[in-house]
Nanobody, 121 residues
Framework: VQLQASGGGLVQPGGSRRLSCTIS????????ISWFRQAPGKDREGVAC????????ELLDSVKGRFNISRDAAKETVYLQMNSLEPEDTAVYYC???????????????WGQGTLVTVSS
């Protein structure tokens, strides 16, 4: 199983960024992809999750209304669309999976390599 995360970079406050996570080696349409982030000096936190089996999404309360999660089934890719970004969103973002059920607690088996998002003027 491999997860390839991409899309990080520098963005100004109030700007947008879209992260991508492409999964391979996992049963097709039988996974949930979770996005986590870890800011400098802080614990890792679950941000969003999409379950391809249940068709459900979950979002951290602090990003509701600003972030969206979606999937391109043909590309086996889950996207995290981040809008109205704030300096507090600066973190390394990771995608992860461990089956078809969403998990924002971090107890997942497979992780991508992380992509850095920096929100700064």
């Amino acid at each position: 199983v491999q997860l390839q995360a991409s899309g990080g970079g520098l963005v100004q406050p109030g700007g947008s960024r879209r992260l991508s996570c492409t999964i391979s080696g996992f049963p097709k349409d039988f996974y949930a992809i979770s996005w986590f982030r870890q800011a400098p000096g802080k614990d890792r936190e679950g941000v969003a999750c999409f379950s391809s089996v249940l068709g459900t999404t979950e979002l951290l309360d602090s990003v509701k209304g600003r972030f969206n999660i979606s999937r391109d089934a043909a590309k086996e890719t889950v996207y995290l669309q981040m809008n109205s970004l704030e300096p507090e969103d600066t973190a390394v973002y990771y995608c992860a999976t461990d089956g078809p059920v969403c998990d924002l607690y971090g107890n997942l088996k497979y992780w991508g390599q992380g992509t850095l998002v920096t929100v700064s003027s």
